[in-house]
Structures are given as structure tokens and as C-alpha cells.
């Protein structure tokens, strides 16, 4: 890239060594490792069933891996549960959607600034002026967030009731106001339209941009993976196959086999 | 709209304002028939009270939990005891202790919801249901050793005076409503119905955000069985003036439970809409075979009667209303409002408009 990043990318804030997940008999993910670097866009690609919404939930608590550590800022994160994940600053998106259906799209992403509420229901429920200090932070912040993704008109209206790529800005508006230093994007723009597409390729870039979020995205669409990422990972069948700079993956023979087939 | 109070809107405060002038003033200037307040007002209080315990375990959290009378006997046994033995914390000092004794037995009966969901939560929680009433008459210490069965509440006397007219007991237990019911506007409103309203729609990225499934759960249940028991306790020193165990079997639970479903899952508002149908519909219903058929129709039968369009009304609020008769007043006022608006009344906005 040309232009001078505020953020120089830095030393690896996630690493993970030697993964290995099964579900009963079936493998999901065999002795993964890889790290992302603090301030980069990472993406992980691979063919469906690859494992990578798997090793996702094993970054973020989700799932236990049988085998393997994760680390954050260089320390193994011992029993990994997505709270711990979390207060660590590690926020996530969902592949499926995981919103709060009948909340609005204000309160889904006040919810995301859980940590940053120190309130216990006493105070709340007495209305303390402390409370109503942090909740005007907290509203605040969100409106940032809200008028960012550009979506202050659904403010209001129930999550359940929007369209499918609104939602999957809200949930990124949700992860944002965490505040968290890396965010996993499990297929952010799955199911958009070219323009919607560009919309949040936009935002992902911002935001990595302006406050230095590290970006782990899964994602299908190879056009986007490598206008938009540092590096990318490839899986296939749960094992890395390739690793590198957009350029270098292309370049890779076993990831254009894994994409396109081998012949016999 | 921004809240100008607390966390209550202009509109709020004016709904407030209207309900007290209207449970302050109007009714105890009109309504002398002491049968209004012993059997209908005062037990609605109470049942609405605990139904707001039940909302926010059930409509807030989302966790299913069948055992509101449960909780609601150990807050008016607690009440008992403590007036009994421990006479100087007063009546306002032993409510507050009772509720905290039933949070208590929230807390314990709250911890399957750790690990089981659903239905199967539901019929853990009868635990608490079958339990408390058990211990109460297995240990006689809790009825003071009272072998009749049937324990007469103390009077009521807050600050030396006594509170002992239905009038004086009407007014103790809307004072008691009205301030837990502000409170647990103020909760859900706030962060701490987010983290409840969280777990109930998502419990994975509620936990992923950072809210603790454990904390958020328990609490829910703790704060439930709390009003439930401040519920319990003024159901038996206001309402029965009595403590029996009986009175607060499953089928109270059950009643609570319908309540919060036709009133509105997760509105504060529908525990008292249901509560209120709950207590009324019999009495209409009464009133119309009396009135209407003159006698002709059995009790027995009228109150079949109740219990199969009590069914009926859940299978249909269940299918085509989920959120209850609060979601029809909120519809029919917003149908209202845009009809004015539409025929040119000034003054009138519609809401729809607006967006």
C-alpha cells in the first residue's frame, strides 16, 4: 500500500499454535497454527467445511480445541472462555447472525459497551447519578458508532425486523463498541449485494484505519479478500495450506489447487 | 424520546402522574365498598407485584421458571417469623428482609438454569415450588408451632400506627407496587435489563460481548424471587390476613404464569394488564350467570368455564400475540392516534409519520 498508515502494523497480538478440534470422530481443524499481527487486516479463506468458523470459536471460547494454546499480546490464554476473550479485547462477529432479535438496534449495540459498565443493578435500579453519567457515555459512544455505519435511521426499529445486510452492520457496529483491540469477522459480508459489499469493505478499512483495530475476517468473496487484507491464511480440510500477502497466495500452487481442483 | 426523569419520558411521567391521581384520589373517594379493596385491589396488587417478579425471570431473561408461589411463601413466612421474633425491624425493615430471604431461595433454585434450558428448566424450578411448601410444614419452627394449620397474620403497624382498615392495607400495598415498580422500570430500562434482555435472545454473544451468563442469570432469579417474595408477604398480611401453606401452591404459580403470558412477555405494564383479567374475568363471568341466566348455571360450572377460556386466550395470544394484551393496548393507541391524525385534529402525531 502507498499511503502511510497511522497505525504501523506491529508485533503479533494473536497467535495460535498447533490447534487441533474434532467433533466426535470428524476432524475439524488439525494442528493449525498462525498469528496476526496488531493493526493488520488478516483474512482466513478456504473452500466450505475448511474450518474456519471452527477455528474461530476456538480463538474465542466457543469451542475447546483438544490440542493447542491461543495467545494474546504473547501470553497463553489458559481455559479460553468468550467472556475472558472478551475482557482480554477480543470482540467477534457471527456467521449466522447472533443479534438480539427483539432489542433495537441502539440498545444491541449499547450491549457492546458491557465492559465499559461498571453500575450494578442497585444503582441502576435506584438511578444513582453515576449511573446516569456512564449510561450517557455509553449512548454516546454508540451514537459515534450508529452515525459511522450511517444507519441512524433504524436506530430504533427492532433488529429482527431489518434486512439481512443491515443486520450484519449492526452486528459490526456491536463488536465496535466494545472497543476491542481485534475483531473476527466470521463472513461480514455474506449474502450482500455489490454495493453493500463496498459499503463494509469501507468500514472494515476505516476502522482499521482511524482507531487501529486488528481485523480477522473470514470471507468467500476472493475480490474483496485481497483488495482489502494484509495477509491471508488458507485452509483446507482444517490444515494451513497457505500463508502470506494477497499476492503470494495467488501465486500459490496448492491453494489454486484447493480452489479450482487437481487434476488426475 | 430523550427521559427527563430517571429514565422516564414525558410520556411516562404523565402515565404515571394519571395512574396515581387515579389509585390516590379517585378511587378511595368513590370506591367505599370494602369488598373492592379486600378482594379485588388488593390482591391484584400483590399479583401484579408478583408477576413482575415472574416478567423479569421469564419475559426479560427468557429463562422458564414455574415457581413464583414458591418463592412467594418463603417471603410470607420469613415475614411472619421476623415480625414474630425479631419485632424491631418494624414491618417496612422485615419486608425488605423477607424479600431478601426469598432472593435467597431465588439464588439456589436459580443455578439449573446453568445448564438446562427450556421446558426442562421449567420443571427444575418446580423444585423451589415443592420445597419451600415442604420445609414450611415439616418444621413446625416456621409456623410457630401452631397445630391448627392456619396461622393468623399479625396486624400491620408501621411507625406505632396501626394499618388495619382495607382502605390502610390498599394504601401500604400500592405504596409498596408503585416504588418496586419504578425500581424494576429503572432496571429494565438500564443496563441491567440489556444484559437480562441479552441472554434471553443470544446467549452466545451476549457472553461474547462480555456479560456473564452465571451473574446475569442468577441475578435475574435472585431479583425475581425478591418481588415475589415482597408479593407473598403482602398476599398473606393484606389479602388472607392468614398463613397457610396451601394457599401458595402450584396452581398460584400457575396463575402467575398466566398472568405474565396474557399481559405481555417482558412489559412491566402487562403484569398489571394480566394481572388484572386474571382477577376480573371470574368475577364478570360470575356477574353474568348471575345477572343474565339468574342462577341457572352452576359455580362449579362457571369456573370450568374460566379455567377453558383461560386455556383458549393463551393458545391464542401464544399464536398471534406473543407480547400480550400490553402489545393490543399499545396497538390500539397507536391505531387511535394515527386515525386523529389522519382525520386532521391538530396536536395529534401520528407516530408513523414521523419516521
Known amino acids: 500500500m502507498a499511503y502511510e498508515r497511522k497505525f504501523k502494523i506491529g508485533k503479533p497480538i494473536l497467535e495460535v499454535n498447533n490447534i487441533s478440534l474434532a467433533f466426535g470422530g470428524v476432524k475439524a481443524i488439525t494442528d493449525t497454527s498462525f498469528n496476526v499481527l496488531e493493526h493488520e487486516v488478516r483474512a482466513i479463506i478456504g473452500p466450505n467445511g475448511a474450518g474456519k468458523s471452527s477455528m474461530l470459536n476456538c480463538i474465542n471460547g466457543i469451542y475447546k480445541p483438544q490440542q493447542g494454546t491461543v495467545s494474546f499480546r504473547g501470553q497463553v490464554v489458559p481455559n479460553i472462555t468468550p467472556n475472558i476473550m472478551a475482557q482480554m479485547g477480543l470482540s467477534r462477529t457471527f456467521q449466522n447472525l447472533a443479534l438480539f432479535k427483539r432489542m433495537s438496534v441502539l440498545d444491541n449495540i449499547l450491549v457492546g459497551r458491557k465492559l465499559h459498565t461498571k453500575t450494578n443493578f442497585l444503582e441502576v435500579a435506584l438511578q444513582l447519578p453515576k449511573v446516569k453519567k456512564e449510561e450517557k457515555l455509553n449512548r454516546e459512544r454508540s451514537e459515534e458508532i450508529i452515525s459511522f455505519l450511517e444507519i441512524e435511521d433504524i436506530k430504533d426499529t427492532p433488529v429482527g425486523k431489518l434486512p439481512y445486510g443491515l443486520q450484519k452492520k449492526v452486528e459490526l457496529g456491536r463488536a465496535l463498541a466494545t472497543d476491542s483491540s481485534i475483531i473476527l469477522l466470521d463472513e461480514p459480508m455474506a449474502g450482500m449485494n455489490v454495493e453493500e459489499k463496498r459499503d463494509m469493505c469501507r468500514f472494515i478499512l476505516k476502522v482499521n484505519d482511524e482507531l487501529g483495530t486488528t481485523m480477522v475476517l473470514i470471507e468467500h468473496d476472493m475480490g474483496v479478500v485481497m483488495d482489502i487484507s494484509d495477509r491471508v491464511v488458507v485452509l483446507d480440510y482444517g490444515k494451513v495450506i497457505g500463508d502470506g500477502t494477497p499476492d503470494e497466495i495467488m501465486a500459490n500452487q496448492k491453494v489454486i489447487d484447493a480452489y479450482l481442483g487437481v487434476e488426475h | 424520546m430523550k427521559p427527563i426523569f430517571m429514565t422516564y419520558t414525558k410520556k411516562d411521567l404523565i402515565n404515571l402522574a394519571v395512574c396515581m391521581v387515579l389509585s390516590v384520589l379517585i378511587i378511595p373517594t368513590f370506591i367505599k365498598t370494602e369488598y373492592w379493596y379486600t378482594s379485588i385491589l388488593i390482591p391484584w396488587l400483590c399479583l401484579a407485584l408478583a408477576t413482575i417478579g415472574q416478567q423479569i425471570v421469564m419475559g426479560y431473561t427468557g429463562q422458564l421458571a414455574l415457581g413464583a408461589a414458591g418463592f412467594m411463601a418463603a417471603g410470607a413466612f420469613a415475614m411472619f417469623n421476623l415480625i414474630l421474633r425479631v419485632p424491631d425491624l418494624g414491618f ?166 398466566f398472568m405474565c403470558i396474557l399481559g405481555g412477555l417482558g412489559t412491566i405494564n402487562g403484569a398489571f394488564i394480566g394481572a388484572a383479567f386474571i382477577l376480573l374475568f371470574p368475577v364478570l363471568l360470575n356477574a353474568i350467570g348471575n345477572n343474565v341466566f339468574h342462577g341457572a348455571i352452576d359455580a362449579t360450572i362457571i369456573s370450568s368455564i374460566e379455567q377453558v377460556i383461560f386455556g383458549l386466550l393463551m393458545i391464542i395470544f401464544m399464536i398471534y400475540e406473543p407480547l400480550g394484551m400490553a402489545k393490543l393496548w399499545e396497538n390500539l393507541k397507536q391505531s387511535m392516534r394515527s386515525k386523529l391524525s389522519s382525520s386532521g385534529i391538530k396536536g395529534v402525531k401520528s407516530p408513523i409519520l414521523k419516521k
Open chain 2, 92 to 257: 417496612v425493615g422485615s419486608l425488605i428482609v423477607s424479600g431478601l430471604i426469598a432472593a435467597a431461595f431465588g439464588i439456589l433454585f436459580g443455578l439449573p438454569s446453568l445448564k438446562v434450558r427450556g421446558i426442562y428448566l421449567m420443571v427444575a424450578t418446580l423444585a423451589s415450588q415443592f420445597f419451600i411448601i415442604w420445609m414450611i410444614d415439616k418444621f413446625g419452627w416456621f409456623k410457630n408451632y401452631d397445630s391448627s394449620g392456619i396461622i393468623t397474620a399479625q396486624d400491620i403497624v408501621i411507625l406505632g400506627k396501626p394499618f388495619t382498615t382495607p382502605l390502610a392495607m390498599y394504601f401500604v400495598c400500592l405504596a409498596v407496587t408503585t416504588i418496586l415498580t419504578l425500581l424494576a422500570m429503572n432496571m429494565a430500562r438500564g443496563s441491567t435489563g440489556r444484559n437480562w434482555m441479552a441472554v434471553r435472545d443470544m446467549d452466545i454473544a451476549a457472553e461474547s460481548m462480555g456479560v456473564s451468563l452465571l451473574r446475569t442469570k442468577v441475578q435475574a432469579f435472585a431479583i425475581s424471587a425478591f418481588y415475589c417474595g415482597v408479593a407473598g408477604a403482602l398476599f398473606a398480611f393484606c389479602y388472607l390476613k392468614s398463613l397457610e401453606p396451601v394457599a401458595f401452591d402450584i396452581k398460584l404459580s400457575f396463575k402467575i404464569l
